[in-house]
T-cell receptor, first 111, second 113 residues
Framework: GQQLNQSPQSMFIQEGEDVSMNCTSS?????WLWYKQDPGEGPVLLIA?????ELTSNGRLTAQFGITRKDSFLNISASIPSDVGIYFC???????????FGSGTQLTVLP | DGGITQSPKYLFRKEGQNVTLSCEQN?????MYWYRQDPGQGLRLIYY???????QKGDIAEGYSVSREKKESFPLTVTSAQKNPTAFYLC????????????FGEGSWLTVV
């Protein structure tokens, strides 16, 4: 089956630093999605990417859909304490069944 | 407000009991999903439904059952056959109106006592 490799698994950064995380796949996806999950809550959609090469921003967040359609990255600039949480990538191949999630990146922002 | 509502937020189950988690959406989405999340882990698909009166098993369907009698509702029953049911359960939905982007409810914690 399809698999997503998300890295890093965890990150500890100082407030104000930039952060980068990425996902790679052995399969091609039509859509890449990035979510943030706070403890005990459901994942909240941050950015959706629909075309290869697409670069999309949402405030301090920027994500890109890789040209090969097998990878995506998420950057967070000037991190703040409320950025703490788990970030998940997800790839969608177009059918209802084929949404694959990465294992998540746990982000900790130190004051 | 439009969204996905899960209830209850916290549920305790005794050994041998069946429990049902509710999921309701008013987003006019066609497809609905149930995922299980264990601490520190990613999401695993339990069941999904693309249309009313139809549903398919996901990767970990054993010990669970679902129904889809209405477009808005997709309840999940955790049966006594599920040997390790303690987890965080997430309902999600997607549809053409959302560009096939999947949206999640706030989750339900199930604990076996």
């Amino acid at each position: 089956g399809q698999q997503l490799n998300q890295s890093p698994q965890s990150m500890f950064i100082q407030e104000g630093e930039d952060v980068s995380m990425n996902c790679t796949s052995s399969s091609i996806f039509n859509t890449w999605l990035w979510y943030k999950q706070d403890p005990g809550e459901g994942p909240v959609l941050l950015i959706a990417l629909y075309k290869a090469g697409e670069l999309t921003s949402n405030g301090r967040l920027t994500a890109q859909f890789g040209i090969t359609r097998k990878d995506s990255f998420l950057n967070i600039s000037a991190s703040i304490p409320s950025d703490v949480g788990i970030y998940f990538c997800a790839g969608h191949s177009g059918s209802a069944r084929q949404l694959t999630f990465g294992s998540g990146t746990q982000l900790t922002v130190l004051p | 407000d439009g969204g996905i509502t899960q209830s209850p937020k916290y549920l305790f189950r005794k050994e041998g009991q069946n429990v049902t988690l509710s999921c309701e959406q008013n987003l006019n989405h066609d497809a609905m999903y149930w995922y299980r999340q264990d601490p520190g882990q990613g999401l695993r698909l339990i069941y999904y439904s693309q249309i009313v009166n139809d549903f398919q098993k996901g990767d970990i369907a054993e010990g669970y059952s679902v129904s889809r009698e209405k477009k808005e509702s997709f309840p999940l029953t955790v049966t006594s056959a599920q040997k390790n049911p303690t987890a965080f359960y997430l309902c999600a939905s997607t549809g053409v109106v959302s560009g096939n982007t999947i949206y999640f409810g706030e989750g339900s914690w199930l604990t076996v006592v």
